[in-house]
Nanobody, 122 residues
Framework: QVQLVESGGGLVQPGGSLRLSCAAS????????MHWYRQAAGKQRELVAG???????NYVDSVKGRFTISRDNAKNTVWLQMNSLKPEDTAVYYC????????????????WGRGTQVTVSA
């Protein structure tokens, strides 16, 4: 079955770095946009970073200059490199991908990872 598998979350001190990865697997025939979202406790989910199929990237203002999103279409993988982490970056981070899937017929569908906890604390 098609799924997104995330890894790389954990506990880090302020100023530290983490790299999140998300790999899509299953019967995938194409990958469109891929995003990283996050949801802090008591807050709405927000788009952190995105990368299009063509490689264009975008970031929420609060992470510009600190986070970098990248992808490798051959590996069906997207990464989020997070540097200079701050306590306010603490959240559950979710991977999103728009994938072309199917067996009898193909269609573009949205998929989400289960989420990985990132905690920035001294």
């Amino acid at each position: 079955q098609v799924q997104l598998v995330e890894s790389g979350g954990g506990l880090v001190q302020p100023g530290g770095s983490l790299r999140l990865s998300c790999a899509a697997s299953g019967g995938i025939f194409g990958i469109n946009d891929m995003h990283w979202y996050r949801q802090a406790a008591g807050k709405q989910r927000e788009l952190v970073a995105g990368v299009t199929r063509g490689g264009n990237t975008n970031y929420v203002d609060s992470v510009k200059g600190r986070f970098t999103i990248s992808r490798d279409n051959a590996k069906n993988t997207v990464w989020l490199q997070m540097n200079s982490l701050k306590p306010e970056d603490t959240a559950v981070y979710y991977c999103y991908a728009n994938l072309l899937v199917g067996s009898v017929s193909l269609s573009w569908r949205d998929y989400w990872g289960r989420g990985t906890q990132v905690t920035v604390s001294a």
